[in-house]
């Protein structure tokens, strides 16, 4: 029985030979011959306005992907950055943290509920960045707010317990 399919004999140079050869193992991941094949095919199918936007350009969704990994990756990288920055802040967040690390200290230390003015009282800071940093611990649920109706000493003034 005889063959049926007819061959073609495209005459290149070497090095454009070689150039087919890359092309055809990146892009469509075949042969110099199945690459020429699915080029005519597509040459064709746009001369005869046939659906030309049907075959999947993997090519240009790879440039895409890659030129998407790497907008993420400077985002990324540009994220670390401002976080960098907004950790160092001038020495003011890592005051801030101290006095919060002092707060909660003394709090679990003595494990009684306390007034601002008692936690003031015990530690080497003033009232106001007392309070800010307790505001901020309880923000962060390390702090349980006792209510004057909870508390047991009745005197309308707000303390606070360490969890």
């Known amino acids: 029985m005889r063959d049926c399919n007819k061959r073609i004999s495209v005459i290149v140079g070497k090095e454009e030979h070689e150039e087919w050869k ?19 095919e597509q040459a064709i199918r746009r001369e005869r306005g046939d659906n030309p936007g049907a075959e999947v350009n993997l090519e240009g969704i790879t440039e895409y992907l890659e030129e998407l990994q790497n907008r993420l990756e400077n985002v990324e990288g540009e994220i670390k950055e401002l976080h960098r920055i907004a950790k160092s802040g001038n020495g003011e967040n890592q005051r801030r943290e101290k006095i919060e690390e002092d707060v909660l200290g003394l709090l679990r230390e003595t494990g009684n509920a306390m007034t601002i003015p008692q936690i003031a009282d015990n530690l080497p800071h003033a009232s106001e960045e007392v309070k800010k940093a307790i505001g901020e611990l309880e923000d962060k649920h390390l702090l349980n707010r006792i209510t004057p109706e909870e508390s047991v000493h009745q005197d309308g003034v707000p303390r606070w317990k360490a969890l």
Do not use: P, Y
Not at 22 to 35: G, N
């Open 22 to 40: 890359d092309f055809a193992e990146e892009v469509t991941h075949s042969s110099v011959s199945q690459l020429v094949r699915w080029s005519v």
